[in-house]
């Protein structure tokens, strides 16, 4: 099928004129009507620009510039569709949705990254503790307390050489016998990790007047 640049090219080797006699006939550098002839749109800032050339070229080769310029626009146009569908699918996402994703896998990333570093301070770190109750040190007449404490669930807590085990929550509870004056209860958990949390609480209980 021919094609603008085929055209053109054929009638001036036709005519046995070479690029640069065409340059000087219409003032246009040589390396611009080459681009015409392979058809190089590319090459060019703006159609108008190459439908000028394409004029004042076939004017020179004494051929009809309506047609000339109807095959351009036929090639031009398939060109410029090909060239839509591929920015429609380079930028199918607009600028804004582009900044949204973009910031949004930041935070993803993020989140990995500190979720990764959690459970890596979780994986190296000994069990914690927290004593829920007795809320008070001090006793007058009690001889037992029940002490309930929390820690990781998967932790092994021993008291006075005894296991003591946790409910699914890590809470636990032990009956703990209080002697007059300060009473150290110690109690130590173990990690799964094999980390080592060594606890004491201290009661005290009046002696009696």
Do not use: C, H
Not at 123 to 145: A, C, D, Q, R, W
């Amino acid at each position: 099928m021919l094609s603008v640049g085929t055209i053109l090219k054929k009638e001036r080797e036709k005519k046995g004129l070479l690029l640069i006699d065409i340059e000087k006939q219409i003032k246009v550098r040589e390396k611009y009507l080459k681009a015409i002839e392979e058809e190089d749109w590319n090459f060019f800032s703006s159609k108008i620009y190459i439908t000028g050339i394409l004029k004042n070229y076939s004017r020179v080769l004494n051929l009809d510039n309506k047609k000339i310029l109807a095959f351009f626009r036929r090639d031009y146009e398939k060109k410029e569709e090909v060239r839509f569908k591929r920015k429609v699918e380079s930028d199918y996402l607009t600028p804004e949705t582009k900044k949204f994703l973009k910031l949004g896998l930041v935070i993803l990333a993020l989140f990995f990254i500190s979720y990764f570093v959690y459970q890596l301070k979780v994986y190296f770190s000994p069990p914690g503790f927290t004593l829920l109750t007795p809320k008070v040190k001090n006793f007058t007449i009690e001889k037992n307390i029940k002490i309930s404490g929390k820690t990781d669930k998967d932790a092994a807590i021993i008291i006075a050489g005894e296991r003591i085990y946790q409910n699914k929550e890590g809470i636990f509870i032990y009956e703990y016998s209080l002697n007059e004056g300060e009473n150290k209860l110690i109690i130590n958990l173990t990690g799964a990790n094999g980390k080592k949390t060594t606890v004491i609480q201290t009661f005290f209980k009046e002696s009696p007047k």
